[in-house]
């Protein structure tokens, strides 16, 4: 397969990165400051525009001091030239404005327009929010403090500049307080803070709009984080052979279930089948034998007796029949290593001495890619052993690719769940270099991310309805398939992970976000397949 054209991403930028391509823009390329600044201004009004139209309604511009002030009074100035009725507001002393910004005020003045240095009591149906931009990084006090509870508490449209004032641009945390904006406008490229909570819903609405800064204002400088474009879809995935076979798409070994858990080995299985893969064995305890047959009898099935049916952590006394049945079974699991392409391991296995086993000899006897999930990461937090065959395989340049959702990466990682969320672009790296694995950190945004990666996945599909059991041996069965067909690590965890919440997102519409269940899932991952597909 191609790697994926920049057409396909959507780049997600830090503030240090944006204020580099912005000066990039002014001193290499050569388009003036100002010259962006009116620009950034045309698109905003044309945005405000979309949503008013020849309404002159009543706008308040509040700005600060630097150059996100400018773009607020510039946007007012616009606006005012088409008849609206705009007032002016400076939070901060004149005397400590950047040039652009002073340069505003100034053409406003010509215009015979007054800059206010405090809100009124009147009322607005757009408030303008210029106050900071991307370049906040201390907590908000004092008078801007009270000026964004200010605009909060007014019964306004309020259009936030670039990013809502007191959003952290990198992480989306709150600097103290911030604004709550209906809509953001930003220029050149998504930023993170955007994205990520909290950030994502101060932000309401993000639109984001060129205005001279574009991927010529790299020079050479990718951005190091980047997301799908909604009309992704279908070009993500690995062409057919009008000429193949079931062998041809990939065949795929699920270990998964146990005797006390029969449901995870169901939804793996299906996932992985509805995106694309040919044939599928699934792995079990014998007990799930006839539901398997009856869910997804497409499937393949190689059973074991459990050992510890009805025993604590699986752990049980084994007869000679049992041990010789085991050798059976092994032998069997042996030769299911040599049949398969891929293996996913994982949902609902427990982490009892069976499952144990079974992980171990996923990492001893096989080199084939392989995803780990649910309790076959838990058993590697547990058991140190394990963890050293995972990053031998790793080092040794096996495909291996890690699903935790927080709580399991946090035993993984050996921190807590909140120290992942403070740590969220960050400790997925980490552990991808320790693990020697592709890491798919699952949260309301997910981190996808690799060892030696430039550049970074944050996917911004899915919704809350998505918090169900379940759901997580979905998306692990979708990876499971996509590497089948020969998909690399990262692209297989990016593809899965963006059309898993795309399918929750079509899910949500049809059964509402408080009924949805994984199987709601399943069921659309060809609906949403077919729905970009016809968008590209």
Not at 264 to 293: P, Q
Not at 407 to 428: I, N, S, W
Request: net charge negative; aromatic share 6%; hydrophobic share 40%.
């Amino acid at each position: 397969m191609q790697e994926w054209g920049s057409y396909m991403k959507q780049y997600l930028v830090m503030a240090s990165e944006m204020k580099r391509y912005d000066t990039n823009t002014i001193e290499q390329i050569g388009i003036l400051s100002l010259v962006l600044m009116e620009r950034a201004a045309l698109v905003t009004v044309e945005e405000l525009q979309r949503i008013y139209g020849e309404r002159r309604a009543r706008v308040l511009v509040v700005a600060g001091c630097g150059n996100n002030g400018g773009d607020g009074f510039a946007i007012g100035r616009l606006l005012m030239l088409q008849g609206y009725c705009v007032e002016f507001v400076l939070i901060g002393e004149r005397a400590r404005c950047s040039r652009e910004t002073a340069a505003q005020i100034e053409i406003l003045s010509k215009y015979g327009m007054s800059v206010k240095d405090a809100i009124d009591g009147a009322e607005y149906d757009i408030v303008i929010d210029a106050l900071f931009g991307i370049g906040l990084s201390r907590e908000v006090t004092g008078l801007y403090a009270e000026t964004i509870e200010r605009i909060n508490r007014m019964e306004s449209f309020v259009c936030s500049v670039d990013i809502p004032s007191g959003v952290c641009a990198d992480d989306g945390s709150i600097l103290g307080c911030a604004v709550r904006a209906d809509m953001t406008v930003t220029y050149g490229f998504y930023k993170l803070g955007q994205m990520l909570y909290d950030g994502a819903v101060y932000c309401g609405r993000v639109i984001c709009r060129e205005m001279g800064i574009n991927d010529k204002s790299f020079l050479g400088d990718v951005p190091g984080w980047y997301t799908l474009r909604e009309e992704t879809g279908e070009t993500l995935l690995p062409g057919r052979d009008a000429c193949g076979n079931k062998g041809t798409f990939g065949k795929v070994l699920v270990i998964a279930g146990s005797s006390q858990v029969c449901g995870a080995a169901v939804l793996a299985a299906e996932s992985a089948f509805r995106m694309g893969a040919g044939m599928i064995k699934t792995v079990t305890a014998e007990e799930n034998r006839n539901i398997l047959l009856q869910a997804v009898p497409e499937s393949m099935i190689l059973t074991y007796d459990d050992p510890g049916n009805g025993t604590e952590n699986g752990i049980g006394k084994e007869t000679d029949d049992e041990i010789q049945r085991d050798a059976e079974f092994e032998a069997a699991l042996s030769e299911a290593f040599d049949w398969a392409d891929v293996i996913l391991i994982g949902p609902g296995i427990g982490v009892g001495r069976q499952a144990e086993m079974l992980l171990g000899k996923c990492l001893t006897e096989s080199k084939l890619p392989m995803v780990i999930d649910a309790d076959g990461l838990n058993l590697i937090a547990e058991k140190p052993y394990l963890q050293e065959l995972l990053e031998r395989a790793g080092t040794g340049g096996r495909t291996i690719v890690l699903t935790p959702h927080l709580g399991e990466f946090a035993r993984l990682y050996g921190c807590t769940v909140r120290q992942v969320k403070d740590h969220m672009l960050q400790y997925p790296m980490e552990l991808a270099k320790r693990m020697q694995a592709v890491v798919v950190c699952k949260d309301a945004r997910t981190v996808v991310t690799a060892p030696g990666a430039k550049a970074h996945y944050l996917n911004t599909t899915g919704n809350d309805g998505m918090a169900t059991a379940g759901s997580g041996d979905v998306l692990a069965g979708m990876i499971a398939g996509l590497l089948a067909q020969n998909m690399s690590g990262m692209e297989a965890a990016v593809c899965g992970v963006y059309l898993h919440g795309a399918a929750g997102d079509l899910a949500a519409q049809k059964k509402t976000r408080r009924s949805m269940m994984a199987t709601d899932i399943i069921e659309q991952i060809s609906h949403v397949m077919e729905k970009r597909a016809k968008e590209c």
